[in-house]
């Protein structure tokens, strides 16, 4: 059987909403004792769990027993002496239990929350070597104590997760520390070997043939200048024509090119001319132009980016810059530009497991700039709103040449892994040649023009992690450590630029540095 006081339960709650104001029950100036909860002589706290039930043996007869909140436990009095406490839903209540004279017997500070005693068994069973508690706090699950590493933590937090159910309101609070160090720095080494080979052979002919003299020797017979005075002779009446009148004069000529270069790029240039002449007078020519060049290139790259971040956080690191791009424009011809970076990046999310194992989650780029795959505007003309014309220059927007891996990978600190690897090899080769002359036996080359072009890279990346403390700052070398200034005279006379620097980066000591303006500048 229950009993409740309506009237008790108001007394009692807006006891409650006083809080904690005294160490105990005492009386004020004009004789009223108020009692906070939990601050009686006979104040007990417990913890009830949700759906279960929690038996109280009194040493006196109970005549009555309040409880400020039915919705969170209940009371059954199975007898004088004798009461059974049930959680019904999570939260806090209280419990008072009063004798015949009206005396305290109990007072009960209930807090119904999930039973964790069968969790805390499991725990121990699957993870014995984990030191954590488990405990409800309003229908949630506050995990506290620290474990080894990070699977530990992992592991219990699974088990308290298919304990409590896949609840939506029901949260899991991890704060278990993990005892294993928890900063990471991360080296990362980008190596490319590019290697090209390009060959250009190129010929051209060229010629202008004529046959026929009808014209040449009518002019030398009508207009002959015989004594040299400048003057054309008289001839008298009678005129020769000599042969028959005709004659017969073109141009030839080829024109191969470099396609996939787009155009001659050095190397050797000659030519050869061949000149028929009837006499002193030129008849026909015919010409050979010659283009040949084989260049070999070899290029590296090389990017060594470093971060350090805190386990379970992220980092990111660019050295490079940033260069405009359009994205919009507006009636009057404005411009709005949008800035994308590109250089030496790299970010990295790490999550220490172990001592011997780290989860990492990078991303690392190497971009430059290239005029490959650029993008060239024209000049447009616009009419603005009040139909005045506005000439908008075109604009050159630049591409970019990248180097990109993102992986997740799991390495032990100091551990090397070959996180990406690329192998890339391109050729292109083209002739252009004139139809039919082409096949001609040997001769045939003289009417072709070839362009050849090979690529060769090879692309590595390597990742290395490693668990890292703090030091102390002289334990730190820069690139700048031990570096000076060398004096005007020095620098007018000698060409130095700096003062040696000290043995193993050590710094250059005042007494044995001098400097005509008395100072050092690092």
Known sequence: MVFQSPVRTGLLLAAAALGPCFAHAAPNDMGTVITAPGQSNVSQQVTLGLNKSLIIDLENPAADVVITNPAIADAVVQTSKRIIFRGVKYGQTNAFVFDRAGNQLLNLEINVETDMTSLHQLIERHVPDARVNVEGLNGNVLITGSVDDMTQSDQVEQLVSA???????TKIVNMVQVAAKDQ???????VEMQRTAIK????????????????????????ADGDGDGLPEDQGTTVKVPGAPQSFAGAIGSSNSFPIQGRALGGLNGGLTYSNYVGDTLQSNVGVSLDALERIGIVK???EPNIVAISGESAKFLAG????VPVGQDKNGNVTIEFKPYGVGLGFTPVVLSEGRISLKVSTEVSELTSQGSFQGNTQSV???NGNIIQVAGITIPALSVRRAESVIELPSGGSMMMAGLIQSK???TLDQIPGLKKLPVLGALFQSRDFLQDESELVVIVTPYLVDPTQKD????PADGYANASDAKTIFFGKLNEQYGKDGAPVDAENYRSPVGFIEE
């Open 301 to 303: 790259t090389l990017a």
């Open 321 to 324: 810059g940033e260069f405009p």
């Open 383 to 385: 009419i603005d709103a």
């Open 475 to 478: 334990q730190l070398r820069t």
């Open 184 to 190: 990471v720095m991360l080296e990362v080494r980008i």
């Open 427 to 429: 050729t292109r080769q």
């Open 163 to 169: 304990f409590v159910g896949a609840d939506e309101d």
């Open 200 to 223: 250009q052979l190129g010929i051209n002919l060229s010629g202008t043939p004529g046959w026929g003299d009808f014209a040449k020797l009518v002019e030398k017979q009508l207009f």
